[in-house]
């Protein structure tokens, strides 16, 4: 009867032979310092990173070809290549983040655009109580403008005969001189404030009304 212990050795014998039997079936194909072609059974360590080709000993068939190690200058170059590819690839991936919030708020703005107007009628007449409304203030805004300037030249004529008789300009006639400026300067920046809320108000105006064209003209009919 044949022991477990004999069986277990005859299998590992076999191993051991079938791994010999691989490693001399491959040969080792590289140029040697002196630059000449050489197959060998062994590769010296001194040429594993200068690249080789492995062979089957018997066809002499290249069973696998190492590329040669690279070198500082090809790894550096790969480096700022994998970096450019990675900036790419960055740089699409924010392009289409992007696109995808620009879509998001387009679609956003279709949905309010809908909600509040269901013809370019409707548009057109909120757009005239906008910018009727801006235009009446506008108006009352340069009516006041011009009594405001009286008011500036009367204190400043004030202050001048002041200085003429010697009196100088008191504490009060200042405060009233600095007072009349600041609501001339008031007056003139709400003034420019409303002309560019009208000029923003058309141009949103546009805006407006040719996305709803497009969307009402995109609607099925009934």
């Known amino acids: 009867m044949i022991s477990l212990r004999f069986v277990a050795m005859l299998i ?6 079938f791994g010999t039997v691989v490693s001399a079936a491959q040969l080792y194909r590289f140029t040697d ?9 062994t590769l010296p360590p001194e040429v594993a990173q200068q690249g080789y080709d492995i062979l089957d000993e018997k066809s002499m068939r290249v069973i696998e070809r190492v590329p040669p190690a690279p070198t500082e200058a090809e790894i550096a170059e790969r480096e700022i290549q994998k970096q450019r590819e990675l900036e790419i690839q960055q740089q699409a991936e924010e392009e ?27 548009l057109m007449n909120e757009y005239n109580k906008d910018r009727q409304y801006r235009e009446n203030r506008l108006e009352t805004l340069k009516n006041k403008r011009e009594g405001l300037q009286q008011r500036l ?10 200085e003429l008789s010697g009196l100088g300009m008191s504490e009060n006639l200042q405060r009233r001189l600095q007072a009349a400026q600041q609501e001339l300067d008031n007056n003139q920046a709400s003034i420019e404030q409303l002309n ?10 546009e805006m407006d009304l040719k996305r709803l064209r497009e969307l009402l003209s995109n609607q099925p009919q009934d």
């Open 12 to 17: 590992l014998s076999a191993t051991f032979l």
């Open 33 to 41: 310092e002196n630059g000449i072609p050489t197959l060998s059974k």
């Open 96 to 122: 289409a983040r992007l696109a995808a919030e620009q879509q998001r708020k387009q679609a956003i703005y279709d949905h309010n655009l809908l909600s509040a107007y269901q013809s370019e009628e409707e």
């Open 153 to 162: 030249q009367q204190v400043q004529q004030q202050a001048a005969d002041n």
């Open 196 to 205: 560019d809320e009208i000029k923003l108000l058309n141009a949103q105006y």
